[in-house]
């Protein structure tokens, strides 16, 4: 099958040059500011000095900087240029098999060291611990992507790296701990017995399958205890999110090489950073008038957030430690199934993005994995890379999209974020290939019991 057009390339490089030299902070140009976090004990807002035990200085500020856009300091610039910039693709092969007339792009970010978007924040985080004489920086993982992107970061800048890695999947995946090792960063299995919160849940139930929100706690505990310490965060924080802009500062320069811009933007979220970081260029564009994509959220239908989630004030954490955030949640107590896309499986939502949600800026949808997967197996037959099981989500939504537009008979130019690869997710693909994989059914009694323990706030 010949898929040859004349109407430009397969994929857009940018020179090493050509990189974006600042990240783009979205907060000033909306019609309104996000809602403050709040202190969990007298849910006043918290100050730049009370997260000072858990973050430097460096990134308290850009937490709440008022500046549009931040330079990226050169000591970040040579550690980005390793792999950055990206290439962005259009996926040819895979609007020729689909025989759409929409047109497919996807930034392509597992070409870093670690495989997706995270090296993207965790190389700055890593970067300004390390100016302010941090010697440790603690985190957890779910799917062991963060707890790589970070390990691989700490060591471009000497520091140690303690990771706590959710149980059920330090289990199941026991490469991502093998490279978390190799960039010498020092893994634990959450619940662990190394802090007093895991020797409790371990106390009640030994094979306590663990989750994002008691990794975290755990995370956060050792880094609050040692001065030397802090603590870091691999999506939902703005600081977080404004790092990753780096995607979308790429894709706006490589699109407009092209002539093109997006008439629909779709990106996986767990947290929130890397759709945050391909699509607030865009919004930016949007929001100036200069250009009008639809952008559409994409979450798993076992952990909808967006779709079934409360827009309330609630802790990042299961053992309710962290400060409380305005987000989209299911409530800190609810541990999503165990579906393939780890990165997927968090109870809240960046509140940053949240907020741009309750604006109206922003839409959502969710989506069941085994649809996801059916799309991640149709883009490696025709594009080659497969896919982590994350952005399999955005994938399936792009499918879609570009269903209707051959339903429609119209052109339509779809832009995702390929958020990382899949290589070390082969368990879920053999589980998928194997007619192992199937949905699970969330109960709306299961979302009303865990938002049931989110704390009555104002
Ligand atoms: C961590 C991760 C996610 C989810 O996190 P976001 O902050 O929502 O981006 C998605 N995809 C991949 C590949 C990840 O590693």
Redesign the pocket.
Known sequence: MSTERDDGPTKVNLDESEMPTQWYNVIPDLPAPPPPPLHPGTHEPIGPDDLAPLFPMGLIMQEVTGESHVDIPGGVLDVYRLWRPSPLYRARRLEAALDTPAKIFFKY??VSP?????PNTAVPQAFYNHAEGVTKLTTET??G??GS?LAFATAQYGIECEVWQVAASYRQKPYRKTMMEIWGARVHSSPSEATEYGRSLLAEDPDHPGSLGVAISEAVATAAADPNARYSL???LNH??MH?TIIGEEALLQLAKLGEAPDVIV???????????LSFPFLREKLAGRMDPTIRCIEPAACPTFTRGEYRYDFGDHGMMTPLLKMHTLGHDFIPQPIH????R?HGM?PLLSHIYELGLVEALAIPQEECFAAAIQFARSEGIV?????THALAAALREAEAAKQAGEERTILT?M???GHLDLPAYEAYLSGALVDVDLSDDAIADAMAGVPAVG
């Open positions: 970010e597992g670690a495989g997706s978007h995270k779910g799917a992507q963060w992107a691999g999506s939902v977080v999110l990753q990106g996986c979220t767990g947290g929130g950073s890397n759709f945050a970081g896309a780890g990165g997927l968090y960046s896919p982590a099981p994350e952005p974020a958020c990382g690869h």
